[in-house]
């Protein structure tokens, strides 16, 4: 299990949903493995209290669930969930990014760059950091747009719809069968130029955004020929 330093300000309910969702995410608990509360709690050196809290989330998110009468298990992928996911960010995020472009405080430009600056250090292998990194600043960087737009409680509320989307991607990288990290990242440098200096009336968002998302859909089928014990049939 991957634990990490408590930050600044952090409950240890936040703590402790960071650090499950990650290890969720980067498939050091696997899909379908049970979720022992108590002895989470003793890994992370923390009450039982917010690491219930932190399952409670997750359920939400449909990264965990709970059997009836039995106990809590990572939940299996499910296809229907990372297409639904697809299908709303794919129609939510141009219209995100339209409301944020051109209304960026100082302060935000000067942090989306610093994310795009370690997302690169990240994937030139200079930053120290593994791979699977980079997800968590792409999902900073996205993050970022939604609250630039004033749009805070949008990106909340889709966070359950999205997960099994955010999750795919980490489980192509983990499987090592990613290679788009750079494009990925030009993307995102395309997307902060945008934010920056507004959307030109003529460029195709909407079609630039899918073509942003899609290329990890293209990996499902061998990963559930391969892993079909990690994805609810």
Do not use: C
């Not at 399952?55 to 809590?72: A, D, K, T």
């Amino acid at each position: 299990m991957i634990l990490f330093k408590k930050k600044k300000g952090e409950s240890h309910s936040e703590l402790a949903y960071r650090t499950l969702r990650e290890n969720i995410m980067q498939i050091q608990m696997e899909p379908g493995a049970v979720v022992n509360e108590i002895q989470l709690a003793e890994e992370m050196k923390i009450s039982r209290t917010p690491v219930h809290e932190a399952v409670g989330r997750l359920r939400e998110e449909r990264l965990i669930e709970v059997i009836p009468r039995r106990q809590s298990r990572v939940a299996l992928l499910d296809v229907a969930y990372i297409n639904e996911g697809f299908f709303m960010r794919s129609t939510l995020e141009p219209a995100v990014i339209r409301a944020a472009a051109g209304n960026l405080s100082s302060r935000q430009v000067s942090q989306l760059r610093q994310n795009l600056e370690h997302q690169k250090r990240i994937l030139d292998g200079t930053a120290g950091e593994p791979l699977l990194n980079f997800f968590m600043y792409d999902d900073a960087f996205h993050k970022s747009i939604y609250l630039a737009a004033n749009k805070e409680n949008i990106y909340y509320s889709t966070r359950r719809l999205i997960s099994h989307l955010d999750w795919i991607r980490y489980l192509v990288t983990a499987l090592g069968g990613y290679d788009e990290g750079y494009l990925s990242f030009q993307n995102h440098q395309e997307i902060f130029n945008m934010l920056l200096f507004g959307v030109p009336a003529s460029f195709p968002l909407e079609r630039f955004v899918r073509r942003h998302m899609i290329g990890f859909r293209r990996y499902l089928p061998r990963l559930m020929e391969e892993y079909p014990h990690y994805f609810q049939m």
